[in-house]
């Protein structure tokens, strides 16, 4: 529930259609095809879904710092439900930087500092980089991949977002 | 590498001074650059050096000379504060990187702040952090003062209500 076909047979797909253009039902109906494996997971956010949220997650917190009973609250550092925890890490500069992990998922507090020097390092760093802009740096993304790699094995497994 | 960042520095002030005939639109090219600088450098300092939030002007006066002029520059500059509100601060530098090897300012560029990329980066560097501040030279070893100082000024904080961040 939720969840939908992110590869078959190791090669990802394409919306309905596996990666060498074939329909995914038609496919999986065939049973000369067989045996398939098959890769289920949460449907990948698009850019756009990522800024939307973002932006209402930035809202969220806003009200939840103002709201909390506590004086000189700084915010939703995090939201647990039934299948993930996000994380929430504020800078002096107001700048957040979010992640969503498995429960079970340890060491997030360091990942985030950690993903912190990422961006200051390979996104700020970068003279073409604008402030505020989505950041498409490949050092940023190489480096934060390595970061998640790291942290993934140190803590138990899960996926990360 | 040291050595080669005060060399490109004094590169660039220099092509600034073939480039612009005025001292003052020097100076101002210098800060504009050095604020550009600042608030990309903030987030560096702040990941670096894991510093908790400042609770007063003095604090964050002192935290500009002893942490990041210090990790930054290699010097720690003394810190004083000027002003009976407490918003007016100085930083005396008795050695500064930047001017190794500079002697003197020549005739025709009298009031060319030569250092003033750092009053930029401060500036800009504490606009990230939501304070706003006017950053000058008070004094300048290169036009003859016996010190380097550096003057800070809090001005009424740019946030309100409306638009916190936190």
Redesign the interface.
Known sequence: VGHAVLAINGAEVNGRLTADGKDIMEFLGNPANYPVSIRFGRHRLSSNEKLMLASMFHSLF?IG?QLSPELGS??IEMLETDTFKLHCF??????KFVVLADPKQTGIDSLL?KI??I???FA??NPFYS?EMPIRCELFDQNLKLALEVAEKAGSFGPGS | SRELFVLTYGALVAQLCKDYEKDEDVNTCLDRMGYGIGIRLIEDFLARSAVKKCRSYSETADMIAQVAFKMYLGVTPSVSCSSAAGNEFSLILDKNPLVDFVEELPAERASLCYCNLLCGVIRGALEMVHLSAEVTFLQDKLKGDAVTEIGIVFLKNTEDKKHKRN
Do not use: M
């Open positions: 806003a710092s700084s915010g504020q800078t002096l500069t107001g700048i500092r912190y020097e961006y200051s390092d700020l760093k402030l």
